[in-house]
């Protein structure tokens, strides 16, 4: 498994959907999954779709600077760190952002099918 090419094919599948059907997001996370937006912490797939798509904005667009990627423990995680920008609809300046995910394989022993158990996002203010 190349960590790099999952990364890459992970984070360009996140953010179309995020950007496009956010309740699609629904199928990358568990139960056990976490997400920490802007310092909240939200658990379980419910909870993590109900805070994305109760965002104040409907429309946004994410271009991906940098993607850095390592591998994680013995059971094959992934660390998927992503800097960039993020336009909102009707703004004239884009926002600067950084996320992390950790990515566990969904069915272990079975690679290349992976759940987000950890997602912490954060703007980056100049």
Known sequence: MDTDVVAKQFVEYYYTTFD????GLASLYQDTSMLTFEGAKTQGVAAIV????GLPFQQCH???STIDCQPSGPAGGILVFVSGNLQLAGEQHALKFSQMFHLMPQHPG???SFFVLNDIFRLNYA
Not at 20 to 23: A, G, I, M
Not at 50 to 53: D, G, M, P, S, W
């Open 62 to 64: 994410h271009a991906v």
């Open 110 to 112: 079975h690679p290349g």
């Open 50 to 53: 109900n805070k994305l798509t």
């Open 20 to 23: 496009n059907n956010r309740p």
